[in-house]
């Protein structure tokens, strides 16, 4: 093919302006990581920033749309990377051209254009282009003629070229229901010399083939059905136009080149490898798969940083990490033994930035943390790739005759500890031949999850660098600022600690300094924060230097990202707090206070739980907050009210009683053989702190004994009061109980005696009179009640007394039709009676307004007119259909209800009529 020669970009450019010429709006690119969509790692395809628009949920402010979208394609269903490099068309990273239309134009415009930028436009020549349409192998779906009819007209084409294909290449879904409808791909004929089968004896080259001779350039999908389930399609009223072009392999025919490798996309990017190797073109030939390898993944990782997604150890992050790591390895394989990538990025940066501007603005992020990553594989790689060939040689040593397979533990151990990515243990296990349990890998990865209480590796997306505080760590140490156990903690004994400030790490990375309204983490030699440990919440406080110029940082939690780093974070109120400044850590000691209360509380329940329920009433939970404790413990039924009221006083007695908490430290098996409860789950080292609580300093005296790395009162005296505010289930066979202590349980009373007296005074009477005063009045109220039904009830009567003398007669019966206000069935009932004694052969139908408002009717129809074939039941049935209601009776008396009230004046008066005809 003889074309004259477009860059890759102008060629995208070609494309967008084709399309913009005809009506149609440019949307950028949506980012690499969906918004909204929770069941996608990354954005994988064109149509994904348009799925809502499809759905019908979401309108869009044009009809006509044209885009290039950029797309990632690494882990689950689509996971090319094991053919990244290997051969010349798969990618991690790589663009999607579409045009779209949401209910505008169809097939004879999309059919019509696509020919034209292809042929006219880009002169590919018309013989060479294949299209395919439609045709179900089942006979359900009707096949796509009318694609085929347009494909039919267009100038040039060879009609023998028009092929017919089945579901599996030319029918699009979604998802197993929703939009769907056939497609027609266009297929390229390269030519007899790119088919790799041609020594194959029988081979044939086709369409949707085996063989590389024709190339699938665009694939056209016409939504027009809903599919509602398996076998029932609904046509769409709105039909739209989905189109999708890989842009690599565009670029490649229309360059000319027999691989995406080869055009000004990607071999720019291997032209700087090469000049960091220095290689001669016959070497960088030998080596093509770390050339390409280098290459993919540095475009991938520029574009995913450069959408705020930055190495890491879960989800997204982790493939960021992982693909910077491969591409390092490859690095190593030719010699690049320093960091180099960052490199090849520029060149990313360059090529691709002026379309993609958010790679240019975030330029120095990008080659920042590829750079360092590197560096953190290096440290990491020599002992962990060492430790690997030794597992393979052993693994193949061991597996004799059999296929050698490397157990998925032993790799998780490599990922854990050396941070070799298990993508990377896999190609160098496969570069000897052996396979590697990913099965197991994955399973070794959930126990350790589940053990160490984290979050999923893979699963939730985000999480943090453990790896930026590791380092700041070791860098602290090398200098002598902190010791080998890391950070001092003593939140026992130093509420305020003072030091100088070791770190400041901002939004993951560490800084020199921070500023006003910045939220940062605060690393110092020591502190007397207490870190969230068995139930007990974190300190909070106040950071502030020691010496001009001022500034003030307000702690709102610590936590431990790494063992042995105690970090505080919180916000900079005041000043420029800088790396290296004397600073002052106070906790706020009126809440830990608080906490302190509430933990011993805990440990005071806890025992009166033994006391009141029986050794079996265990810890399942717990929460230790400043104002309030809450305390989940096994026990397979309801707690009573006096259980409950008995477990409380006893806990008050405790604190009245101002017993001394003995806190030492032994070893973990004297403490259990002591008596010590330790708590299932929780993790013990050989020495550990316990707590005891009773009359004497020995255990044998003390009535609590626990485990317990919290922080606790001197004596229980300074608990003040203990009050219990709920208890309830938890789960199956777990109770939970929810108290306050202190400052909170005084808080408590003072509001409910407030309102007790405020209810006192406007009874008038004192508060422990209220309960008396209450029931009398309760009592009162019935009784006036009462009298106001009966007033009621003479008031109808008297009301229905005059509205008995106004009856209408119908062939000679009486017929009374009422609705009187403000009474109740059991009156209307009694009427009926009066009515009865009034009028010996007659029909009434009568109607009150439920307190709901909705309507009420009684039928009566006199002994005699039941003869005559007249029945209540039926009749309160047609007076109740029109008020959207039913009923039904005996045939001399008859209840129904309604719904709608304003037909009911209507309803009443077709009973007449009914009289008449039934009478007929
Ligand atoms: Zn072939
Ligand atoms: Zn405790």
């Not at 020691?546 to 000043?575: C, L, M």
Request: charged share 25%; proline share 4%; glycine share 10%.
């Amino acid at each position: 093919m003889k074309l004259s020669y477009r860059s890759g970009n102008q060629i995208r450019q070609d494309f967008i302006d084709f399309f913009l010429e005809r009506g149609h709006t440019f949307v950028p690119s949506s980012s690499l990581v969906p918004g909204g969509d929770q069941t996608l790692l990354f954005t994988n395809a064109g149509m994904v920033q348009f799925k809502d628009v499809f759905l019908g949920t979401d309108n869009r402010p044009y009809s006509r749309a044209t885009n290039s979208q950029k797309c990632m394609r690494v882990a689950g269903k689509h996971n090319d990377l094991d053919e990244v490099g290997r051969d010349d068309t798969h990618h991690t990273f790589f663009e999607m051209l579409g045009n779209w239309s949401f209910g505008d134009y169809y097939k004879k415009e999309a059919i019509a254009w696509a020919w034209e930028l292809l042929t006219q436009v880009w002169g590919i020549p018309k013989e060479r282009l294949y299209p395919t349409c439609f045709e179900d192998e089942k006979g359900e779906i009707p096949r796509d003629d009318e694609a085929a009819e347009n494909w039919r007209i267009q100038p040039g084409i060879d009609p023998t070229h028009i092929l017919f294909f089945g579901r599996k290449d030319n029918f699009w879904e979604m998802a197993d229901t929703g939009p769907c409808g056939p497609c027609s791909e266009i297929h390229l004929d390269r030519g007899a010399k790119y088919c790799n089968m041609q020594d194959v004896p029988g081979h044939v080259c086709k369409v949707n083939g085996d063989c590389t001779r024709f190339l699938e350039l665009w694939n056209l999908v016409f939504i027009q059905y809903n599919r509602l389930s398996v076998s029932h399609l609904e046509p769409l009223p709105a039909r739209h136009v989905d189109t999708g072009m890989g842009f690599d392999r565009l670029v490649s025919v229309l360059q000319g080149v027999d691989s995406n490798y080869k055009t000004d996309l990607l071999n720019p990017l291997m032209d700087v490898v090469q000049e960091l190797t220095g290689h001669k073109n016959a070497q960088r030939a030998e080596h093509h798969t770390p050339y390409r390898v280098i290459a993919d993944h540095a475009r991938a990782a520029s574009f995913l940083i450069a959408d705020g997604v930055v190495p890491g150890n879960t989800g997204r992050n982790y493939v960021c990490r992982m693909i910077i790591r491969r591409a390092a390895r490859f690095g190593g394989k030719i010699d690049l033994n320093e960091p180099f990538l960052a490199k090849v990025a520029e060149k990313v940066i360059e090529n691709y930035g002026d379309f993609y501007p958010e790679l240019k603005r975030n330029q120095a992020t990008i080659l920042k943390n590829i750079t360092r990553e590197e560096e953190r594989f290096q440290r990491t790689v020599e002992s962990g790739v060492a430790k690997l060939e030794t597992l393979l040689a052993e693994t193949k040593a061991a597996a004799g005759n059999s296929h050698p397979i490397l157990p998925g533990e032993q790799a998780f151990d490599l990922y854990a500890t050396y941070g070799l990515p298990l993508e990377i243990t896999r190609d160098i296990a496969r570069e000897l031949d052996v396979n590697v349990d990913e099965k197991g890998f994955h399973e070794a990865m959930e126990k350790h999850r589940l053990a160490s209480g984290a979050g999923e590796a893979f699963g939730p997306l985000g999480g943090e660098d453990v790896e930026v505080y590791r380092e700041l760590m070791t860098g602290l140490q090398s200098q002598n600022k902190l010791g080998p156990e890391g950070v001092h903690y003593d939140p026992y004994n130093s509420l305020e600690v003072e030091g100088e400030v070791l770190a400041i790490v901002s939004s993951g990375e560490p800084v020199q300094e921070a500023h006003p309204g910045e939220n940062v983490e605060v690393l110092l030699p020591e502190t007397g924060f207490y870190v969230a440990s068995g139930g007990q919440v974190a300190d909070t406080g106040t950071i502030v230097s020691v010496t001009e110029p001022y500034w003030e940082i307000q702690v709102e939690d610590v936590r431990r990202p790494a063992a042995g780093v105690i970090v505080h974070s919180g916000k900079v109120v005041r000043g420029d707090p800088k790396v290296g400044d004397t600073a002052i850590a106070r906790v706020d000691y009126q809440r830990r206070r608080d906490i302190m209360r509430n933990h011993t509380a805990t440990h005071l329940l806890h025992a009166e739980l033994h006391a009141a329920l029986g050794d079996h009433a265990r810890q399942a939970g717990s929460l230790v907050a400043p104002d309030r404790l809450r305390f989940d413990f096994t026990h397979p039924e309801a707690i009573t009210p006096e259980q409950l009221e008995r477990i409380e006083a006893g806990v008050n007695r405790d604190i009245l009683g101002n017993y001394h908490l003995n806190i030492t430290h032994k070893p973990l098996q004297e403490a259990i053989s002591e008596g010590a409860m330790a708590l299932f789950g929780e993790k013990y080292g050989a020495i550990v702190r316990t707590i005891t609580i009773g009359e004497g300093s020995g255990p044998s005296e003390a009535f609590s004994y626990e485990l317990c790395g919290g922080t606790h009162v001197d004596e229980t005296g300074d608990i003040g009061l203990f009050l219990i505010t709920s208890e309830g289930s938890a789960a199956a066979g777990i109770r939970r109980i929810e108290a306050v202590t202190g400052r909170a349980a005084y808080e408590l009373v003072q509001r409910r005696f407030q309102a007790l007296k405020k209810t006192a005074a406007s009874l008038i009477t004192t508060p422990e009179d209220v309960p008396t005063k209450v029931e009398d009045l309760l009592d009162e109220l019935s009784e006036a009640h009462k009298q106001v039904a009966e007033l009621r009830r003479e008031l109808t009567a008297k009301e229905f007394n005059r509205k008995l003398e106004i009856v209408s007669t119908v062939a000679g019966v009486s017929v009374l039709t009422a609705t009187l206000e403000n009474t109740t069935v059991e009156t209307l009932r009694e009427m009926t009676d009066r009515f009865r004694q009034r009028y010996p052969s007659g029909v009434a139908v009568l109607a009150t307004l439920g307190s709901d408002g909705k309507p009420i009717l009684i039928a009566a129809v006199t002994e005699d007119l039941v003869e005559r074939g007249l029945h209540a039941g039926e009749l309160v049935k047609y007076v109740a259909k029109p008020l959207g209601g039913g009923g039904g009776g005996r045939p001399t008396l008859a209840q129904a209800g309604g719904r709608d009230a304003s037909k009911l004046e209507a309803a009443l008066a077709s009973v007449m009529q009914w009289v008449e005809q039934k009478l007929a």
